[in-house]
């Protein structure tokens, strides 16, 4: 099993950045695909990007791309979200997935997750 601690959260003015962290611990991430998604009061969860094995290849969700970066250092056992430009509409308790499915569709039940962290873009 891999445990999975989100960090990083907080209160963002609209266009300002942040970044997320996901640290693991359990085992050894470097040969699993790791994952964000997000979750608004209300609404469904979502899918917000996902990077392979290796770091290289990575995907995003339509409302994300351009703005979002999702890279891994697995020396430090430690996936992180880059959110820039950020918008009102990115509120939401953001995710970290560990050995989910990202490419050629999405599974959202799949794989191991924390506990989330509150990103809130408000002025």
């Known amino acids: 099993q891999v445990q999975l601690e989100e960090s990083g959260g907080g209160l963002v003015q609209p266009g300002g950045s942040l970044r997320l962290s996901c640290a693991a611990s359990g085992r050894s991430i470097s040969l699993t695909p790791m994952g964000w998604f997000r979750q608004a009061p209300e609404k469904e969860r979502e899918f917000v990007a996902g990077?392979?094995?290796?770091?290289?290849?990575?995907i995003y969700g339509d409302s994300v791309k351009g703005r979002f970066g999702i890279f891994r250092d697995d020396a430090a056992q430690t996936v992180y979200l880059q959110m820039n430009n950020l918008k009102p509409e990115d509120t939401a308790v953001y995710f970290c997935?560990?050995?989910?499915?990202?490419?050629?569709?999405?599974?959202?039940?799949?794989?191991?997750w924390g506990q989330g962290t509150q990103v809130t873009v408000s002025s």
């Open positions: 990077i392979n094995s290796n770091g290289a290849k990575s």
């Open positions: 997935n560990a050995d989910g499915t990202y490419f050629d569709g999405v599974d959202y039940a799949r794989g191991y």
